[in-house]
């Protein structure tokens, strides 16, 4: 029995420690963001926030997942704010009544990335659509993200005006990695592969190995990306207060220009592009 | 002289606090396993004031019948009795098995031993332990490790484990097999010593000699059955059965 | 196998550098695995040894079923772990997704059937020596338990390690239950993958080779504590 006792007293005495170190952190003054992969590995939060917590005295933590996993996750109630980049899924996020309202960021642009040796021939090419149909029929290896992110979701509606269902090929010159931005670029450079990149992703990534830019600049790889606060309504636990303030902030002169400002080798990553109001 | 004196008066404490008797009686007692029966109904009656000596050869059943008696195995069939009463935790609380090979903790001498008194409700503890390691030649080494002891060492310190708790049936089987002769003396003079404070003993041996030695009583096993059982000396002078006959004349027996 | 000079060399800058970054995930990680640990030692080693010495019915499917929990994928513990603590979830209101609590748990939950079946094993085998003496003596079966443990610390040492080894190389629970906060919840491991992830192979295999480093210490130090007591106990 005694050792019953010991161990009941043990497991009490963690539950405690537990529960202590919860009411501990949700003391703190802080946000959660769900956001992409695409805004944490391109350094851009880690170059806005501090600004951001200088000024309002709130720390903003970052989950970085795929836009799918991120919307899903906000739909938890897993989060207070959503910054994301897949407008019409954000859209229904927004119309099913799990975010109050969105507004426009920022944007940057998708470019088609592949070996330099460039086995399909597109390098130059403006018409992504194109590009995308030369690899088709050179069956020239495409590694897909295949993880219902943003730029997954963007890179299948290209296809689909290309006419052609890669998923047929899935395997075959087809692969989906089913893997964030960084993985997929990854695999890609050690396949020698074409893929799809946020430009952001690919400035700041450091195994580029034998892949570079061949095909962009057709509007049609233009990324918006969105910021809404997950509703209060839905989810009583989100601070509705702190993240509007970020809100305000990250579409305000101070976070547009903070986003503007920043740059790798030289180079702008972000776009702002907000308008104060509601895109829709 | 005074310590002469001492331990006299220790013996006295010692026989003034004799184990009340615990009779023993064995009904048909049968035990088998899947494919063999090892005891074939045996019937035994032992009183308490005496050391019983079991022999016989090599499987005839003697080490299954000791484990029987302290209930480390359940009979086939068959009824064990001590004091009239089967075999309960209280009854078997006041036995000590001894096993050929020592078990002992991974840990000191005298952890061992405090191991076995903190099993029961004793107050003097450390009178007890002292006792203990003292009886078995064991006080240089109540620090040690009991696994690095040698054999002869591990097994007093398995027999001073046994006795500390002043049990009033003392088993043992083969406590002596393979031993130096310095810790068979020991043994044997502790085994003695346990006697003739009125703890009832049963113990298995090979050894004619240690038989001779300590005997009060032989219970001769074989094959399955108890073929004599009678005081040691007649047993040792005119022993009856052809089995017993062929086994003291050092003959190999199936 | 230049970026594997390369890293070797960023791992001893970083460890060099006294990099307070590094500082703070290494500390994180140690701090929540042993924490972890420290739960699952207290519900894993005795549920292992009376799991070894006592009969009851369904005790042999709970053993297959530790066994089994063994290869629990680290992805299957933290997606269930985040289905718990998710604000939609059962245990929302407690506030525990995204925090080192929650990095605990699922490494809890992650490491304890490795302790109760590795300790199970252990136990069974030494009871096997034991059982007829403490029959005898009529030992209660908690004291037996008690005594069965003691006496297997030097073994129940190494199943702790091969526990704490699961735990602090493990990246897949922490990463969905933890979200990897810069400054909040990020490890060790979760550091290596997001490191993987922008590109930066060098940093992170150095990330790793700290990591290593870090496990091979703890096992050092144990070894020593380990040999310095068996001596003390032997002399």
């Keep these: 029995m005694s050792l019953f006792k010991r161990l009941a007293a043990g497991v009490v005495a963690i539950g405690l420690t537990v529960g202590a170190s919860a009411a501990a952190f949700a003391a703190d003054k802080f946000i959660v963001v769900q956001s992409t992969t695409s805004t944490q590995n391109s350094g851009l939060l880690d170059y806005i926030l501090p600004k951001f917590q200088k000024k309002s005295g709130i720390e903003v933590r970052v989950v970085a997942v795929g836009t799918g996993q991120a919307l899903k996750n906000a739909a938890n109630g897993d989060g207070d704010v959503l910054l994301v980049h897949a407008k019409p899924a954000e859209e229904k996020f927004v119309a099913d009544g799990f975010g109050v309202k969105r507004f426009d960021v920022m944007y940057n642009d998708f470019v088609i990335v592949g070996p330099k040796n460039d086995p399909a021939g597109i390098k130059g090419m403006t018409d992504v659509t194109a590009a995308l149909k030369k690899i088709a029929d050179s069956k020239a290896i495409f590694a897909s993200r295949g993880d219902d992110s943003g730029t997954h979701k963007k890179e299948r509606a290209l296809w689909k005006q290309t006419g052609i269902d890669p998923t047929a090929a899935s395997g075959d010159w087809y692969r989906e990695t089913g893997s964030g931005m960084g993985a997929t670029l990854n695999a890609a450079a050690g396949m020698g592969a074409y893929t799809m990149s946020d430009r952001a992703t690919w400035l700041a990534f450091k195994n580029k190995d034998a892949l570079e830019i061949l095909t962009q600049g057709d509007d049609r790889l233009f990324n918006q990306y969105g910021v809404m606060l997950v509703n209060p309504e839905k989810h009583p636990n989100v601070k509705a207060e702190a993240g509007q303030e970020f809100i305000d902030w990250l579409i305000g002169a101070e976070g547009q220009k903070a986003i503007a400002s920043y740059k790798v080798d030289g180079e702008q990553l972000f776009f702002p592009n907000a308008k104060g109001s509601a895109s829709n | ?254 | 196998m230049q970026d594997f000079a390369h890293s070797f060399t960023l791992a001893g800058e970083l460890i060099v550098s006294g990099n307070e970054d590094l500082a703070e995930i290494i500390a994180l990680s140690m701090r929540v695995t042993a924490t972890a640990l420290g739960i699952s030692a207290l519900i894993g080693l005795p549920f292992g040894a009376i799991l070894a010495v006592s009969r009851f019915p369904g005790r042999g499917a709970i053993t297959v079923l530790a066994n089994a929990l063994m290869g629990l994928p680290p992805v299957v513990v933290g997606l269930s772990v985040y289905m718990l603590l998710s604000n939609a979830g059962p245990l929302g209101p407690l506030q525990l997704l995204y925090t080192p609590t929650a990095m605990i748990i699922a490494q809890a939950v992650l490491i304890t059937p490795i302790i109760i079946a590795l300790t199970r094993q252990v136990i069974a085998d030494l009871n096997a020596e034991y059982a007829d003496t403490f029959h005898s003596l009529v030992v209660p079966w908690h004291t037996a338990v008690g005594a069965l443990l003691w006496d297997a610390r030097f073994s129940l040492i190494t199943v702790l390690l091969a526990g704490f080894g699961r735990a602090v190389a493990e990246v897949g629970a922490v990463m969905i239950v933890g979200g990897n906060i810069n400054h909040v919840t990020r490890m060790m491991t979760t550091a290596i993958a997001l490191e993987t992830s922008r590109g930066d192979l060098a940093l992170a295999l150095a990330l790793g080779m700290v990591l290593l480093l870090i496990a091979l210490a703890v096992n050092g130090a144990v070894a020593f504590l380990r040999g310095t007591e068996r001596s003390a106990a032997h002399a």
């Design chain 2, 1 to 254: 002289m005074h310590e002469v004196v001492s331990i006299t008066a220790h013996s006295e404490i010692r026989l003034q606090s004799a184990p009340s008797p615990m009779p023993l009686q064995v009904r048909n007692l049968t035990f088998a396993t899947d494919n063999t029966e090892i005891l074939k109904g045996i019937d035994l009656d032992l009183a308490t004031d005496h050391l019983t000596v079991l022999m016989g050869p090599n499987g005839a059943g003697k080490s299954v019948l000791l484990r029987l008696l302290h209930g480390l195995l359940e009979p086939t069939s068959g009824d064990v009795r001590w004091s009239g009463q089967p075999l309960t935790k209280a009854i078997r609380k006041e036995q000590a098995l001894v096993f050929q090979k020592p078990v002992l903790l991974r840990r000191s001498v005298s952890a061992n031993l405090n191991f076995a008194l903190g099993l029961r409700r004793i107050p003097d503890r450390a009178i007890r332990l002292k006792e203990a390691l003292a009886d078995l030649g064991l006080e240089s080494l109540a620090r040690r490790p009991a696994r690095v002891l040698s054999g002869g060492e591990q097994q007093r310190l398995a027999l001073a484990r046994a006795l500390i708790l002043k049990p009033k049936v003392l088993m043992l089987d083969e406590p002596t097999a393979n031993l130096d002769p310095a810790s068979t003396l020991l043994i044997e003079q502790a085994i003695s010593k346990v006697r003739r404070s009125g703890v009832k003993v049963i113990m298995i041996t090979h050894a004619p000699h240690q038989a001779r030695r300590l005997a009060e009583e032989v219970v001769f096993i074989h094959a399955g059955r108890i073929t004599e059982h009678k005081p040691a000396k007649a047993f040792f002078d005119r022993p009856e059965s052809e089995a017993a006959r062929a086994y003291l004349a050092g003959e190999i027996l199936i």
